[in-house]
């Protein structure tokens, strides 16, 4: 049996409920249009599309990132 707060669930939902708004805002500045406009035009299949189109695109520049810190030690390494 699992028991979960209703503050732990009020936080959860608070959390989630952050999240989605700061995405409604970035992804309305994104496509130049207000949330207002977002929400009347976009369906919830392509916002939540774009939702995994960002979550894949961060990860992909993170790995590049990741992977441009790793080579910047390898070549300072050597230059020692």
């Given at each position: ?51 995994a ?28």
């Open positions: 049996q699992i028991k979960v707060s209703f503050f732990r669930l009020s936080l959860l939902y608070k959390l989630l409920s952050f999240r989605f708004w700061f995405f409604l805002f970035f992804l309305a500045q994104e496509l130049k249009m207000t949330v207002a406009q977002l929400t009347e035009r976009l369906t919830q299949e392509e916002l939540t599309s774009w939702a189109y960002f979550d894949i695109r961060n990860e992909q520049e993170q790995k590049a990132m990741d992977q441009a810190k790793a080579q910047g030690k390898a070549m300072s390494g050597r230059a020692r």
